[in-house]
């Protein structure tokens, strides 16, 4: 009797072990990394290594992943290959799996990582989610209540022609929905009739993510009535209202193309039925150059696009400045880099080279940052207590009026992500050695750094931002730099204009009524300053060209790049005047100062 009691204790005991390690249970992927309105065909050159996959974010980001790993030592395996095809800010992130979190589904097939999948075929099944394993991809549809909804659903999947279709329990942390960004676009499907009886629906077409929209020129057509009048508001041609109320799904009636692919400049296509001020006053200036023969409506069409091209090959001001900003790239020397910037730089590129110099500096952010990469090991929690608060102590020590909204003398415990960036950012913020806060900390954790940086103050960001690529932009920056009138110092004007600008590229918000307003009093008034200095002498006119012409096609593609990230039209107008203000604030701030 006792042997059998001592045999049910072990079994016992065994159970609970086995449920415990259940509940526990860990599983690896790779961020990849954060990107805009980027779709499946840009991770080409990955897309044999593993199954790619991506999160929705607001304003069109997508958080992109690639595979399910048992084991971290495989996902570090398979990390470095992933950082020699060209992603080194790839990271491997954990998930921990709880059986709690099962629910029914059907498996209808299981296909290869390698093999190209027929979406089509298997969109008639239902919403559609993959389970990776190894190198697995099990295409699953449901989730249902219980086992007899699913066996109901079962019957009439199998009748649909997927015989090999059975039910099974998933965890839901390991279910990953088939979208837009998977299938390489929308795809339709044949009308089906839903398993339910009680409530039919006969879909015409995949649901698409309300949060996704069609490319604008696919959703609305110029009207033969738009108005003339602008106002301070950029007018669009109308289209109707493709989002449905909150957890609606779209049908829609048509298969639509996927976004335009991004360019390597990260530069929007310009949309030619949006009615705006911007391309009026760049239609103006081609007028008047002779290259532009069609009305001044505002409409950026294949007409204005031919006009600005020639305008500026034709105009010597324009190419006296393009070769001028080549040469600026090609010979300007920069500054020899802080080593602990150089460090906190290159953490995701180098990390066992960087943790190394972060270890052996001085320096206090230094071990806010050590502390971050710890936390995200997930590997000693103690550690990343220690490392934060002393971290807290040395950079606030005798800085009793800081303004930032913690106590620096308290003892904090880390448990989440955005709790070590808001500290980050604070320890920016009393920097003495105005360490830049590194783009890659940006492109990780879009949100969680957009709600820090607006707590903190009196930081500098690296220049993140692609606006530097566009040939436009370099050249408004060289032809504003040779007005400059050096009325002031600029090195704190420039690194404020090149912060704010870095926020505008990565994670920009909607600006508020009040600062729309004054964003576009601010336009007005430079350019009443610079019209003005214009008409004094023919020289300066001459360069006013060249600044009209980059000034305006520059605003022309930013807007483009804000709606692209589904700001609405005046909210782009927005936005784009607040990075051109970054440009030229610095330089011909003079040209603005009344009185």
């Not at 990107?35 to 290594?49: C, H, L, T």
């Not at 996902?75 to 080194?88: C, D, R, S």
């Not at 549809?141 to 999947?157: C, D, I, K, S, Y």
């Not at 305006?552 to 782009?572: C, G, I, N, P, R």
Request: proline share 5%; with cysteine.
């Amino acid at each position: 009797m006792q042997q059998l009691q001592k045999l049910f204790l072990m079994l016992l005991l065994i159970s609970i072990t086995t449920s415990s390690f259940a509940q526990n249970e860990n599983r690896f992927t790779i961020h990849v990394g954060a990107f805009v309105n980027s779709n499946i065909q840009d991770f080409a050159n990955i897309r044999n290594i593993g199954y790619i996959y991506a999160d929705k974010m607001p304003n069109n980001l997508l958080q992109i992943y690639l595979g399910e790993f048992q084991s971290e030592s495989a996902a570090n395996q398979t990390l470095l290959t992933i950082h020699a095809k060209g992603y080194p800010d790839a990271y491997v992130t954990r998930r921990t799996l709880s059986d709690q979190q099962e629910e029914h589904f059907i498996q209808i097939e299981t296909k290869l990582v390698q093999d190209d999948i027929n979406w089509q075929e298997y969109i008639k099944a239902g919403p559609l989610y993959a389970v990776l394993h190894n190198n697995a991809v099990k295409l699953v549809t449901g989730p249902f209540m219980h086992t007899q909804e699913a066996e109901q659903r079962l019957v009439a999947l199998r009748n649909m022609g997927f015989k090999d279709a059975f039910v099974k329990k998933v965890n839901k942390m390991r279910l990953h929905r088939v979208g837009n960004f998977e299938t390489g676009g929308p795809i339709t499907a044949p009308s089906v009739v839903a398993f339910n009886e009680a409530k039919v629906i006969i879909p015409t077409a995949i649901p698409v993510n309300k949060d996704v929209p069609t490319s604008y020129e696919e959703r609305s057509n110029v009207p033969s009535d738009i108005p003339t009048s602008y106002g301070d508001d950029v007018l669009t041609a109308k289209s109707p209202n493709v989002s449905p109320p909150m957890g609606e799904p779209v049908m829609i009636e048509k298969p639509l193309e996927s976004f335009r692919p991004a360019s390597k400049l990260g530069m929007p296509t310009i949309r030619k039925n949006v009615k705006r001020k911007s391309a009026l006053e760049l239609q103006k200036i081609l007028k008047v150059k002779g290259t532009y023969k069609g009305s001044i409506d505002g409409l950026y069409g294949n007409g204005t696009s031919a006009a600005y091209l020639q305008a500026k090959n034709d105009s010597k001001p324009y190419q006296k400045y393009f070769l001028l900003s080549k040469m600026a790239n090609e010979f300007t020397e920069k500054a020899p880099a802080n080593i602990t910037q150089h460090y906190i730089s290159n953490l995701p590129n180098n990390p066992e080279a960087a943790i190394q110099g972060l270890t052996g500096s001085k320096v206090p952010i230094a071990k806010a940052y050590r502390a971050y990469k710890i936390f995200m090991a997930e590997s000693n929690r103690q550690k990343v207590n220690s490392l934060m608060n002393r971290a807290i102590q040395e950079s606030f020590a005798g800085k009793t009026n800081h303004g930032l909204p913690f106590d620096p003398e308290a003892t904090y415990s880390y448990e989440n992500v955005s709790q070590v960036i808001q500290h980050i950012a604070f320890i920016h913020s009393v920097d003495k050695e105005k360490i830049k806060v590194p783009c890659w900390l940006f492109e990780r954790h879009p949100i969680e750094t957009s709600r820090a940086f607006d707590k903190a103050k009196n930081y500098d960001i690296e220049l993140c931002d692609k606006f530097d690529n566009w040939e436009e932009i370099k050249v408004l920056k060289t032809v504003a730099m040779d007005m400059d009138k050096g009325l002031k110092s600029k090195e704190s004007l420039i690194n404020a204009s090149n912060a704010k600008r870095a926020k505008l590229f990565l994670s920009p918000s909607k600006l508020s009524d009040d600062e729309r307003r004054w964003m576009l009093q601010w336009d007005a008034v430079f350019w009443e300053g610079i019209n003005e200095w214009s008409a004094k002498d023919p020289v300066h006119s001459k360069m006013v060209e060249a600044l009209k012409l980059s000034y305006f096609q520059s605003q022309v593609l930013l807007e483009d790049f804000f709606m692209d990230k589904d700001f609405k039209a005046t909210e782009a107008k927005a936005l784009s005047l607040s990075v051109l203000q970054t440009i030229v604030q610095p330089y011909l701030d003079g040209y603005i100062l009344k009185g």
